[in-house]
């Protein structure tokens, strides 16, 4: 995948994220900004680049990341 090619990619799965966070699909679009990342740092370690590497030796999490002690409440639970 060239440079360019790869830019596009990004760009369209900016495009879905937002569209998604606009219609409150807030889930799926941080389901979708994990994959991309994770395309990122695949894309920039085959480059090289030793912090993509470092990064994709993580493991990978199974939801968005919550503060230690703290409880997440829907809004509408207020």
């Not at 060239?2 to 699909?25: C, M, P, W």
Request: charged content about 25%.
């Amino acid at each position: 995948m060239t440079q360019d090619e790869f830019e596009e990619q990004i760009r369209t799965y900016t495009r879905l994220i937002r569209d998604l966070v606009e219609d409150g699909y807030t889930a799926e679009a941080h389901g979708l900004r994990d994959r991309m990342w994770r395309e990122v740092l695949q894309y920039y370690s085959a480059e090289g680049h030793i912090c993509a590497q470092l990064a994709l030796d993580l493991p990978v999490l199974a939801g968005p990341a919550k503060a230690p002690g703290s409880a997440q409440r829907h809004p509408a639970d207020h």
